[in-house]
């Protein structure tokens, strides 16, 4: 019954997580969740719905993708070695 707990508790963050990632990228009308004031036409006090300015991310490259995954393995098989030991 834990383990389904801890199971419906982590799908539940995902969604809560990327919930503001999708809303983050609604553009055209700018209507969402948390704007539902610019669902019926209203706009704000511009009158009319701003459009979005790109803006310039910084993009992830192999390397560090590498290094991250290595971490997340090393990580793993030091828990995995102290729950052996402990056995």
Do not use: H, N
């Amino acid at each position: 019954m834990t383990q389904f707990l801890k199971s419906l508790a982590a799908g539940a963050t995902v969604a809560v997580v990327s919930a503001g990632s999708a809303a983050a990228q609604t553009y055209g009308s700018g209507c969402s969740i948390f704007t539902p004031w610019r669902c019926f036409g209203g706009g704000g006090s511009g009158g009319g719905t701003p459009t979005p300015t790109p803006t310039s991310v910084p993009e992830i490259d192999a390397s560090a993708g590498l290094l991250a995954i290595a971490a997340v393995a090393v990580v793993m098989l030091f828990v995995w070695e102290r729950r052996r030991r402990a056995a």
